[in-house]
């Protein structure tokens, strides 16, 4: 796999120089539980990436519930975990990747291509008997220089824009329920944007925990292989990541993340709104 790196590979890089393990555990709802977490214990060597502070913006009237950080200052804070561009990433979280999805999508997206997610996680690596410890690693700041993938990150207007039109799709990735409208836990509208196909982000790992492979996921994706353009989106920008990793584990490489999401789409008064099923 392209962008999965094995629990047995990550111990035999354990030390090496080259190597930034980012601890991304955050559990929506409890803020600081994730860093509460670390401070217990975590994989050796691993640095700490919290979902609101460091991989979120500020909440505004748009751009949903975790808007992208600021760009510039996201990039000191990556530098400052010591991170350039000789570097390679590897991000583990104990919500089936899809905060560590985050972190592997932003680092992406900022054109840093040495970047891959944990399979299984934390507590897989823990039952593993691999190492763990609380002890927070000597960090040394580096100079991490950004290349914006302008081509990654779809815009609300662009969404808009392509409603519709053929050979784009949209792929919500939330929970059955909440893409058909019967329930909404978090935002304050129910639905879907219209002609949403869903495929709740947790289709992309297997029963263990662990990712597909990239023919599982190309099986899994094949539906949208005739698309031109596939547009993810999830409820706040979040679960959307696992499923354009998937994608690209799959082969796709015509993917956008719409990262305000449904809780950005709501915003706007005049945007459409669908329920049930989309024929």
Same mark, same amino acid.
């Given at each position: 796999?392209?962008?999965?790196?094995?629990?047995?590979?990550? @111990?035999?890089?354990l030390?090496e120089? =080259?190597?930034?393990?980012?601890?991304?555990?955050?559990?929506?709802?409890?803020?600081?539980?994730?860093?509460?977490?670390?401070?217990?214990?975590?994989?050796?060597?691993?640095?700490?990436?919290?979902?609101?502070?460091?991989?979120?913006?500020?909440?505004?009237?748009?751009?949903?519930?975790h808007? @992208?950080?600021?760009?510039?200052?996201?990039?000191?804070?990556?530098?400052?975990?010591?991170?350039?561009?000789?570097?390679?990433?590897?991000?583990?979280?104990?919500?089936?990747?899809?905060?560590?999805s985050?972190?592997?999508?932003?680092?992406?997206?900022?054109?840093?291509?040495?970047?891959?997610?944990?399979?299984?996680?934390?507590?897989?690596?823990?039952?593993?008997?691999?190492?763990?410890?609380?002890?927070?690693?000597?960090?040394?700041p580096?100079?991490?220089?950004?290349?914006?993938?302008?081509?990654?990150?779809?815009?609300?207007?662009?969404?808009?824009?392509?409603?519709?039109?053929?050979?784009?799709? @949209?792929?919500?990735?939330?929970?059955?329920?909440?893409?058909?409208?019967?329930?909404?836990?978090?935002?304050?509208?129910?639905?879907?944007?219209?002609?949403?196909? =869903?495929?709740?982000?947790?289709?992309?790992?297997?029963? =263990?925990?662990?990712?597909l492979?990239?023919?599982?996921?190309?099986?899994h994706?094949?539906?949208?292989?005739?698309?031109?353009?596939?547009?993810?989106?999830?409820?706040?920008?979040?679960?959307?990541?696992? =499923?354009?990793?998937?994608?690209s584990?799959?082969?796709?490489?015509n993917?956008?993340?719409?990262?305000?999401?449904?809780?950005?789409?709501?915003?706007?008064?005049?945007?459409?709104?669908?329920?049930?099923?989309?024929?």
């Amino acid at each position: 796999m392209e962008n999965i790196v094995s629990q047995a590979w990550l @111990l035999g890089q354990l030390g090496e120089a =080259n190597i930034v393990i980012a601890d991304c555990r955050f559990a929506l709802g409890q803020p600081d539980s994730g860093r509460q977490l670390y401070e217990k214990e975590h994989i050796a060597g691993a640095v700490y990436v919290d979902l609101e502070k460091d991989l979120s913006g500020a909440k505004m009237a748009h751009g949903g519930r975790h808007p @992208l950080p600021d760009l510039g200052a996201f990039s000191i804070l990556v530098g400052n975990l010591g991170i350039d561009g000789t570097k390679t990433v590897v991000a583990y979280d104990d919500q089936g990747g899809a905060m560590a999805s985050r972190l592997w999508w932003m680092l992406k997206f900022l054109g840093h291509s040495e970047v891959y997610v944990l399979d299984q996680g934390y507590t897989a690596w823990k039952t593993a008997g691999y190492p763990v410890t609380d002890e927070e690693p000597a960090v040394f700041p580096r100079t991490f220089s950004p290349k914006v993938q302008r081509s990654m990150l779809a815009s609300m207007d662009e969404v808009k824009d392509k409603l519709g039109r053929p050979g784009t799709v @949209l792929v919500d990735s939330r929970e059955e329920r909440r893409y058909l409208g019967l329930e909404e836990p978090i935002d304050a509208v129910a639905g879907h944007i219209p002609g949403a196909r =869903n495929y709740f982000w947790k289709g992309v790992l297997g029963e =263990n925990g662990a990712w597909l492979s990239a023919a599982e996921q190309e099986q899994h994706f094949a539906a949208l292989r005739d698309a031109e353009d596939i547009i993810v989106y999830c409820g706040s920008g979040v679960t959307a990541c696992p =499923n354009v990793l998937g994608l690209s584990e799959a082969g796709f490489d015509n993917v956008k993340l719409y990262s305000g999401s449904w809780s950005d789409w709501i915003s706007y008064e005049d945007n459409p709104i669908a329920t049930g099923k989309d024929e």
